[in-house]
């Protein structure tokens, strides 16, 4: 029997947030923080001696780092520029940095220009909390906009996937990406791919896409990771567990034509899924539109069923990490949107109890 999840809980490091880590050792059953490095430029190789470090704070206080999220992939690598293989070298040398000091996993996406988009980071619920939130109308046509509200709106934290010098081009970055369509940026995934996967089996450091957020092209950029059919073709391009999947519910689930049920249970059976983010979405105008908000975990606070999303995994024998995704503001907190500690160790008591619950029951 399967009862090998790990909770863990992301961390943005001591000198990015406030949220300690013996905050989030007090939570029950986190074993480990998901750990990154924000302000190392993407492309450049993370110096052995930051990871050591970092691995060792972590563990001195009692929980593990096995897991990163991210190591940013560099856009001549998405767009398959010569100097691609120059930052691939480099993104190898990070994975065996990594490898050395434990960590397994590597999350990343291979989405151009933008990680996820939301139109609001301060919706405001009935119940007084707030929440991330994606409304098409809200959605300005010129994504220079976007990024204006997006630095007023992050309570003066870097936003992951929004690192501020990067963005600075962002005009110079639709110059580049102007000729890669989706089959372009596929070849280029796998070009990528290809090259570090004898790194990651030598290393034993697992790849895992997060999925494109939301999940369907936006400013026309092309999209590749965006339903059953695109981790099927991801799966069987580079056919190895290394590479894998981080399988992030809210995002697959913001296309409601996805099941996310299926796909859940299909790709931890195919043993691809080694991360799963577990949030919970509420669909604004259901049958209409894809507009949604942020909910709390709990399954009738929002549109997904909870407790199948959980027994999808633990069925199907999922041994990966888990971390419960973003949540909201409450209780007064102010913090990073969608990375508060409250709403998240609730959602993290939350699937812990579901999962004792389906451990118990199957005995
Ligand atoms: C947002 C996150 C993403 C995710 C990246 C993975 O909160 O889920 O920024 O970390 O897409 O590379």
């Known amino acids: 029997r399967n009862n090998l999840m790990e909770m863990t809980f992301r961390w943005y490091g001591a000198d990015q947030e406030k949220i300690t880590l013996d905050q989030i050792r007090e939570i029950p059953g986190v074993k480990g923080v998901v750990g990154c490095m924000m302000d190392i430029p993407v492309g450049e190789v993370w110096p052995e001696e930051r990871v050591a470090a970092l691995v060792k704070q972590v563990e001195d206080h009692g929980l593990t780092l096995k897991v990163i999220e991210s190591v940013n992939i560099h856009d001549d690598i ?3 520029l010569p100097s691609r293989d120059k930052y691939i070298e480099n993104y190898k040398q990070t994975i065996r940095n990594l490898a050395k000091y434990g960590i397994k996993v590597i999350c990343y996406n291979f989405m151009p220009v933008f990680d996820w988009i939301k139109s609001d980071l301060d919706y405001q619920l009935p119940d007084g909390s707030k929440t991330l939130c994606f409304e098409k109308k809200d959605i300005p046509d010129d994504p220079q906009e976007l990024l204006d509200t997006y630095s007023k709106g992050t309570n003066g934290f870097t936003l992951p996937g929004w690192e501020p010098e990067r963005l600075a081009q962002v005009k110079h970055l639709f110059e580049i990406y102007k000729d890669v369509d989706e089959d372009k940026l596929r070849e280029n995934l796998v070009y990528f791919l290809k090259a570090i996967m004898p790194t990651c089996e030598e290393c034993d450091v697992k790849m895992a896409i997060h999925p494109d957020d939301p999940p369907y092209s936006m400013f026309g950029l092309p999209r590749i ?32 034509a996805n099941d996310v049920y299926a796909i859940l249970e299909e790709f931890t059976r195919r043993g691809r899924i080694h991360f799963a983010h577990v949030r919970n979405i509420k669909y604004l105008h259901p049958g209409e539109n894809k507009d949604f908000y942020e909910s709390a975990h709990l399954s009738e606070e929002g549109s997904l069923d ?58």
């Open 306 to 363: 909870m407790y199948r999303i959980v027994q999808a995994l633990h069925d199907n024998g999922f041994t990966g990490f888990i971390r419960p995704d973003h949540g909201r503001m409450i209780w007064g907190e102010t913090g990073r949107p969608g990375y508060g500690l409250f709403d998240r160790a609730l959602g993290v008591a939350y699937i812990n109890g579901l999962w004792e619950a389906l451990e118990k029951k199957g005995k």
């Open 225 to 256: 990771i965006k339903n059953r059919e695109d981790l099927d073709w991801l799966c069987n391009a580079v056919d190895t567990p290394y590479n894998g999947i981080t399988l992030c519910t809210g995002s697959i689930a913001e296309d409601p």
């Open 78 to 80: 998405k767009v398959g």
